[in-house]
Structures are given as C-alpha cells and as structure tokens.
C-alpha cells in the first residue's frame, strides 16, 4: 500500500518505478477521504480506517491464493 501524500516525488511516479521494477505486483493506494487516487494504482481506499485497510489485501489476494503462495515459498 503506498499512501498518496508520499514526500519527495508524486504518488504517480512512485507507481511508475515500481511498475518498472515489478510489473506484476498489485498496488493499493490510500488516502484521507476526499482525495483522488493516484492513476496507475489497481486498488485506491479513501479511508485510513483499518478495517478498510485490512479488507482490501482480502480483496486482492483471497486467503487460499496466500496460502499456495506461501506453501510454494516453503518447498523452495
């Protein structure tokens, strides 16, 4: 989760440079209500509620899609 007031650069190009260095991985985006997403982000929360926080990585990645990931990281 990357927080949309990051300092020393623009959320945006934060999200451009991880996607050059992992294209694949999923990016959540948050920031206080009232505020835009980024742009290239897949998941935005408004909200730093932590349910909200804690729910949308549920969202993402279902638990049994963790629990192979893991599983494999194990039989490396």
Same mark, same amino acid.
């Given at each position: 989760?990357?927080?949309?007031?990051?300092?020393?650069?623009?959320?945006?190009?934060?999200?451009?440079?991880?996607?050059?260095?992992?294209?694949?991985?999923?990016?959540?985006?948050?920031?206080? &209500?009232?505020?835009?997403?980024?742009?290239? @982000? %897949?998941?935005? $929360?408004? &909200?730093?509620?932590?349910?909200?926080?804690? @729910? %949308?990585?549920? $969202?993402?990645?279902?638990?049994?899609?963790?629990?192979?990931?893991?599983?494999?990281?194990?039989?490396?």
């Amino acid at each position: 989760m990357i927080d949309t007031a990051v300092r020393g650069t623009t959320c945006a190009e934060l999200i451009r440079r991880l996607r050059m260095i992992r294209p694949e991985i999923p990016i959540i985006t948050v920031s206080p &209500s009232g505020y835009d997403p980024c742009g290239g @982000e %897949q998941f935005h $929360v408004s &909200s730093y509620d932590p349910q909200d926080l804690l @729910e %949308q990585p549920q $969202v993402i990645c279902p638990q049994e899609t963790r629990r192979r990931a893991e599983e494999s990281h194990l039989a490396e």
